[in-house]
């Protein structure tokens, strides 16, 4: 699964069109002013007259109003008093939105489903640089309720969850992200298209959420532990990054990489998800953790 390389949106400050109102930068939110990457965003998020939408962060409403105007009912979740105020005055007259004024980090997917009336929602959202691995994390571990999330993040960001085996990005967020969706990389968008302007570029990134698991995973308590000892410090071989977890000593471990069919001088980022699952598998055969 490679990091998808794609140009970036052509500069044209000139001939550029805006969103009116520049809101004043707030919890390190850069806002989308151009319409047309707005429209950009709604056209890739493939919003169907059925779907339910749960937009993060809307701010001063750029990409609200395309969504109302495609989904059956859009919730929206605005952590900023004074840009929740705005938009309960904007949108008083929206019949399918339900805005709530929450930190995303906090809520309760299994409540925003029920609000919904959905089995499943299409996230959205123009994330603060700040909390993008946050708000990724918890897409993941609620990705029962997730269908598919059109994100705007850091671009290196975006290639650090996109990235492929044996790359310089590749990492422990690349296989959780990966272990639960399939990530793509739709297009770049450079500092000037927001306010206040970034110092870097920012990308647009998919996630389609599974259905199932794309390895055999027997234990997956056992599996995150191994990939978060296996990170945990980059550039270190297996057989030394791997002593951290409980109960493996030098000799088990050779019987594990035996079993695993994995050389323990590889580093942790040159191994694949079906090697972490093959990794892990083995482990779970030596190892029993105790039950929460």
């Known amino acids: 699964m490679g990091n998808l390389m794609v140009p970036a949106l052509q500069s044209c400050v000139s001939q550029k069109s805006t969103v009116t109102g520049v809101p004043p930068r707030r919890r390190g939110q850069h806002f989308l002013v151009d319409a047309e990457v707005v ?26 109003r395309g969504l109302i105007e495609r989904a059956r009912s859009v919730l929206a979740v605005e952590i900023d008093g004074a840009l929740f105020r705005k938009l309960e005055m904007e949108f008083t007259n929206s019949n ?4 709530l004024r929450e930190d995303i980090l906090h809520v309760s997917f299994s409540e925003l489903v029920r609000w919904a009336g959905s089995p499943k929602l299409v996230v959205v959202g123009n994330l603060p640089y700040y909390i993008t691995s946050p708000v990724v994390s918890k897409l993941v571990d609620n990705h029962m309720f997730v269908e598919r999330a059109i994100l705007m993040v850091q671009r290196e960001v975006g290639r650090r969850i996109t990235a492929a085996p044996g790359s310089k990005s590749y990492g422990m967020l690349s296989v959780m992200v990966q272990l639960r969706a399939e990530p793509r990389l739709l297009f770049d968008i450079p500092p000037n298209y927001f306010q206040p302007k970034p110092r870097v570029y920012s990308s647009l990134l998919r996630l389609s959420f599974r259905e199932s698991l794309p390895v055999n995973i027997e234990d997956k308590r056992i599996f995150f532990s191994t990939v978060k000892s296996a990170f945990s410090t980059r550039r270190k071989m297996l057989k030394n990054s791997l ?19 994995i050389d ?27 039950k929460r």
């Open 39 to 64: 429209h950009r965003i709604i056209e890739a998020a493939q919003i169907q007259p059925y779907e339910s939408v749960l937009e993060i962060g809307p701010g001063k409403g750029a990409l609200t």
């Open 96 to 99: 399918n939105l339900r805005l």
């Open 243 to 261: 002593r951290s977890l409980p109960g493996l000593t030098a000799e088990s471990l050779q019987i594990v990489a035996a079993k695993a069919g």
């Open 264 to 290: 323990l001088r590889r580093r942790a980022e040159t191994l694949s998800l079906e090697e972490f699952a093959a990794l892990s598998n083995a482990i779970a055969h030596l190892v029993s953790y105790p």
